[in-house]
C-alpha cells in the first residue's frame, strides 16, 4: 500500500510507511544523542488512558501538542525519550534526516489502554506491548523511564 499524503510540521515529516500505510514521524534535521529535539505540551489532560494519551503522570494522561507527535509510534530500540517532567524529548542517539522518530511506550505507560502485538523489527524486540507494569524489571532497566513510572512500579512492588 502506498501513501502520498507527506507533510512537513515543525522540522520532521509525516509520512505513510509504505509497506502498512502506518504514519510515522520523521526528522528532517540531525540531532546528537542527548539533544533536545523539542518541547511538547497538554491539549487536553485526562484521568484514564486511551489509544492515542500519553501518560505523563499517576493519574493524567495527555493529548499531545504539537499534534504531529501522534505519530510517534513505539519501538524496543527507540529514538527518543519523551521527558513528561520537563515535557522535552531527548534523541536517545545520533539522528540523521531520514531517521524515524520512536519511543518505548512503557517509558510514560504504566499500563496501556490498547495493548498490541509489536512489530518494530528490533532484535530486542518484546513482541507484546501492554504497559511498565506487565514488563519484567530487568527489561524495564535497559531504558529510561519517567518518574511517575518508576513510583507506579515500587507501590506495585510494595503491595
Do not use: W
Amino acid at each position: 500500500q502506498h501513501c502520498m499524503d507527506v507533510i512537513r510540521e515543525e522540522g520532521f515529516l509525516r509520512q505513510c510507511r509504505s509497506s502498512t500505510g502506518q504514519n510515522s514521524l520523521h526528522t528532517t534535521r540531525s540531532f546528537s544523542k542527548g539533544d533536545c529535539i523539542m518541547q511538547f505540551h497538554a491539549i487536553a489532560s485526562h484521568a484514564h488512558p486511551s489509544m492515542y494519551t500519553l501518560q505523563a503522570g499517576l493519574h493524567e494522561h495527555i493529548d499531545l501538542g504539537p499534534s504531529l507527535l501522534q505519530f510517534t509510534n513505539h519501538s524496543c530500540e527507540p529514538s527518543v525519550f519523551f521527558d513528561t517532567a520537563q515535557h522535552t524529548i531527548t534523541a536517545l542517539r545520533d539522528l540523521k534526516p531520514g531517521d524515524e522518530l520512536s519511543f518505548f511506550y512503557p517509558s510514560t505507560e504504566v499500563t496501556m489502554a490498547s495493548p498490541f502485538d509489536c512489530c518494530c523489527g528490533a532484535v530486542s524486540c518484546h513482541k507484546t506491548i501492554s504497559g511498565a507494569q506487565h514488563m519484567p524489571a530487568e527489561v524495564l532497566s535497559k531504558y529510561h523511564l519517567n518518574e511517575h513510572v518508576h513510583q507506579a512500579l515500587c507501590t506495585k512492588r510494595d503491595l
